[in-house]
């Protein structure tokens, strides 16, 4: 029973939810008399007890569910007590995840201990459930692969069906959308032949969710609308909420934000009970949506009231996203200290999920477990030579005084030949761990790089973009078009500027944690350096530079051609970026020996000695601004370097201070 007590105030109206400590105060209009107030209070209260009824009534039914189980489990069969406790944790799942997580424990122990096979199925694909919802991705690709070969052994239609459309969120986490999509619409296929209105809707959800992914809006919405009028005809509440939100986010991609803003306020604002997970999201989707539009206050009150009801679900994915968007608020409003608390949450967040720190963690302890059983050899390798020399000594005693020098010297040559063996795994065991902590040193250092890369160069582009659209915003009345077309030409420089940067970043955190492959095949290289002009041939134009392609048409190297097109491109702008207004690029090439040589040479500013020494080294790293105030990292040269040496090859540079860059990139034939 849910009571409630109310206390008619001087200025308002206090009541409290006794069963579940709830608190809620409603003021009083001013100058109102006292019959007012008490009819206030009556019609508050009616209202009050209406729309607390689905709460309610989810409150009761998992206490009913619950005493019926722990007044009827030492009667009931194992089945029974199994389907019992599943239902008790579908109803808790969603507000209470780690109690629905018990129950289903408890529910699969008792079914495998019974061996009631459908029930271990169910019980190991609940508690797959409530692992996705809590973003331990791991876990529940385990207990969704387990359920789906139960139920495929047992050509259980339903349980097949339910199965391929869990994989399907799991690799939709993972990004595998193609694969994703192609187990939804099996799964969907299924449903249809089997009339099950409910796993209909909830893959015509899921496509949907994985089109957004992609970034196929209309396609996505498309599938939102099916999925609403499937949620509709069945009367699923929480389904309807689902799809609203989800339209919320593919209409917030498109950047219709009136649309989106009435998707997540239907939710927000709705008289009715939403579950914390639907909550979480709409708040999220509210934070988003008022960053997009420069409402960063409103942004962060809705992300902070998301963020608290993410940690209650412990949903760690949701928390990621969230706080991400939090630290681009506080920078946008220039609290660093904030902004750098909520991106350190957010690399938290990101590591849990992806298990970056976990497996070196496993790397830690697995050198410690070998450093220990080193320690164990040592001991053992010990105590059996001390047990060994006790025999020695009594076999003198027995064989007498001529053969004890000659037994002493065998013990000696013994303990020479076990020292020297157990020196040599030592060192051999120490060299390994040398390697293996210099690999983690610099791979932390790496790290650091790149972490103050992003963090003080990325901002800059950032930060001018701001600036501009800002400028652009508050004086726009009186901005003439000469003015406008200046703010839209450093508009474009600062973004491509920001975007070559990220591609640097991108590329080089890739290659130093070994996510590229080299894959060598033959390149037509004068196309390759075509294409890349194209891509540059804004910057030239700007600034009036000739670029010259003298390499000959069938010009064929053996080289990955996505590295290829990198070491290119940056040499390219690089080249343009240190070369004054009026100014040219030759890129001329010739055979030498088993490599081909192409030179990049410009009539630019040149480097001194210094520069030349450091120009490839990471730690003396330094950002030169070019002729026209071009910003960049320091970072594409040395790509340039790493790219060129896993294919084989080599780049080397001459130049002379005032007279230009002969930049020299070495390739090998076919």
Not at 295 to 319: P, R, T, Y
Request: net charge neutral.
């Amino acid at each position: 029973m849910v009571l409630f007590f109310l206390d008619v105030r001087h200025s308002g109206l206090l009541l409290h939810d006794i069963k579940y400590g709830n608190f809620i105060f409603m003021p009083f209009k001013t100058g109102s008399s006292v019959k007012t107030r008490i009819l206030s209070a009556a019609i508050t209260f009616v209202l009050l007890m209406s729309s607390s009824v689905a709460f309610v009534q989810e409150h009761l039914k998992a206490d009913s569910l619950i005493a019926a189980w722990q007044t009827t489990y030492h009667d009931s069969s194992a089945s029974a007590q199994s389907k019992l406790l599943i239902q008790i944790g579908r109803v808790l799942r969603f507000q209470y995840p780690d109690s629905a997580m018990s129950y289903y424990s408890k529910a699969l122990e008792i079914a495998e201990a019974s061996n009631e096979i459908t029930n271990i199925a169910r019980a190991t694909n609940a508690t797959g459930g409530i692992h996705y919802v809590k973003g331990e991705y791991d876990f529940a690709m385990e207990s969704y692969t387990k359920a789906l070969n139960i139920w495929d052994s047992l050509d259980h239609k339903r349980g097949v069906a339910v199965g391929l459309n869990n994989i399907a969120l799991i690799q939709g986490m993972q990004e595998h959308y193609d694969d994703a999509i192609k187990n939804h619409k099996k799964s969907l296929e299924m449903c249809r032949e089997n009339g099950d209105s409910l796993m209909i809707g909830i893959n015509l959800l899921n496509l949907g969710i994985n089109y957004h992914a992609k970034g196929d809006q209309d396609r996505a919405l498309e599938y939102f609308d099916k999925a609403i009028e499937i949620k509709k005809q069945i009367k699923s509440n929480r389904g309807i909420n689902q799809v609203k939100n989800l339209k919320g986010k593919a209409y917030l991609e498109k950047k219709d934000f009136k649309k989106a803003k009435e998707m997540f306020n239907s939710i927000l604002l709705s008289d009715e009970e939403i579950n914390k997970w639907e909550l979480v999201y709409a708040h999220a989707g509210m934070a988003e949506l008022f960053l997009e539009t420069g409402k960063n206050k409103k942004s962060i009150d809705h992300a902070l009231k998301a963020s608290a009801l993410a940690k209650e679900l412990g949903a760690k994915w949701d928390l990621q996203e969230i706080t991400r968007t939090l630290a681009k608020n506080y920078a946008a409003i220039e609290q660093w200290q904030k902004a750098y608390e909520y991106h350190t949450l957010h690399k938290k967040y990101s590591d849990s999920v992806f298990n970056e720190r976990k497996e070196n963690q496993i790397n830690y302890q697995r050198l410690k477990r070998e450093e220990m059983v080193n320690k164990n050899l040592a001991k053992d390798n010990e105590l059996k030579q001390l047990q060994l020399t006790k025999k020695q000594h009594q076999m003198w005693a027995f064989i007498g005084a001529i053969f004890a020098l000659i037994v002493v010297a065998i013990v000696l040559f013994r303990n020479v030949q076990l020292k020297t063996q157990l020196n040599r795994k030592l060192r051999k065991k120490n060299l390994e761990i040398e390697k293996k902590n210099k690999q983690l040193s610099d791979l932390n250092t790496t790290k650091d790089i790149l972490f103050r890369v992003m963090a003080h160069d990325l901002k800059n582009p950032i930060s001018l973009v701001i600036s501009y659209t800002e400028m652009m915003e508050e004086d726009f009345e009186d901005i003439d078009k000469e003015e406008l077309l200046d703010f839209i030409k450093k508009l474009n420089q600062t973004s491509h500027e920001g975007l070559l940067l990220l591609e640097n970043l991108m590329d080089w955190a890739r290659s130093q944690t070994g996510a590229i492959n080299v894959t060598p095949e033959k390149v037509n290289l004068c196309e390759v350096i075509r294409d890349n002009m194209n891509l540059v041939s804004h910057n030239a134009s700007a600034k009036n530079i000739t670029v010259n392609n003298k390499v000959e048409e069938d010009c064929i190297v053996k080289a990955d051609i996505n590295m290829t097109s990198a070491i290119i491109r940056n040499l390219l702008t690089n080249a343009i970026k240190f070369t004054h207004m009026g100014g040219w690029v030759d890129i001329s090439a010739e055979k030498k020996e088993q490599f081909l040589k192409i030179e990049f040479k410009d009539n630019g500013v040149g480097m001194d000695d210094e520069q030349l020494n450091n120009l490839f080294r990471l730690n003396h790293k330094k950002s030169t601004a070019g002729t026209n105030r071009e910003k960049g990292t320091g970072l594409g040269l040395i790509i340039c370097k790493d790219f060129a040496v896993k294919q084989g090859g080599d780049i080397s540079v001459e130049s002379e201070v005032d007279k230009g860059s002969a930049f020299t990139l070495l390739l090998p034939l076919p």
